[in-house]
């Protein structure tokens, strides 16, 4: 799983939701570095599914140049529908996602979890092999929230996830790895534990 590249959204601070936000300069380049980490990875996806929203579908469409896999579009992946707090700034957001309010005019969080695991459950039953899905740092957060997890940080735009099952941890059935990219040229990679995920299933232990 990927988020989308970064967004005019993003560098104004505001959320988008629904929102079609397009990707800036930048978030090509970010996902035109992410194809070095795609082309050297030993289990390659064999398909691409993402979100209808142009950040998502412009990313994975970048993504499939070294992929060249079959590539389908899916609504439900798409980012939470804020409804009011959508053009809001990030600061001014901050009760959406402390206190789990749901938002004047959007879609609720329970509504928003189920479409999300009505979602990858539809990903996973049509492919038998890796995919890649591209789409938004909520669908990676609801993500944790279908098994009771709640992670506290914003996940970074074009951070390419990898979820290998784990049947030894019935509670959070996957274990999550995450691809960094050092040097100038992003031509050294990295495959380390997960952070974000890993400290979320920490703080449930505890």
């Keep these: 799983m990927i988020r989308h590249g970064e967004t005019e959204a993003n560098v104004a601070r505001v959320m988008a939701g629904h929102t079609d936000s397009p ?6 380049t970010q996902a ?20 209808h929203l142009s950040r998502a ?6 993504l499939n140049q070294v992929l060249r ?11 939470m529908h804020v409804g009011t707090f959508e053009g ?3 600061e001014e957001c901050g009760p959406l996602f402390e206190h789990g309010l749901d938002p004047e005019g959007g879609e609720s969080h329970i509504d928003f979890i189920s479409r999300i695991r009505r979602a990858l459950s ?6 038998n092999r890796s995919v890649l899905i591209v789409c938004h740092g909520g669908v990676l957060g609801a993500l ?3 098994y009771g997890i709640r992670v506290k940080h914003f996940f970074q735009n074009c951070h390419l996830y ?5 049947s030894e941890h019935v509670k959070f059935p996957w274990r999550v790895w995450q691809y960094d990219q050092t040097g100038n040229d992003g031509q050294t990679i990295i495959r380390n534990p997960a952070t974000l995920y890993h400290e979320a299933i920490q703080d449930m232990a505890s």
């Excluded at 070095?36 to 990875?41: A, G, I, R, S």
């Design 144 to 146: 944790g929230k279908i």
């Design 162 to 166: 990898e979820f290998e099952p784990d």
């Design 23 to 28: 990707l800036t300069e930048l978030g090509r």
């Design 57 to 62: 579908r412009d990313t994975a469409s970048i």
């Design 32 to 51: 035109k570095f992410v194809q070095f980490v795609l082309k050297n990875l030993a289990i390659k996806p064999q398909a691409i599914i993402h979100s």
């Design 88 to 90: 809001v700034s990030y």
């Design 69 to 79: 896999v079959p590539i389908q579009e899916e609504r439900d992946l798409s980012e």
């Design 122 to 127: 539809h990903a996973l039953a049509m492919h």
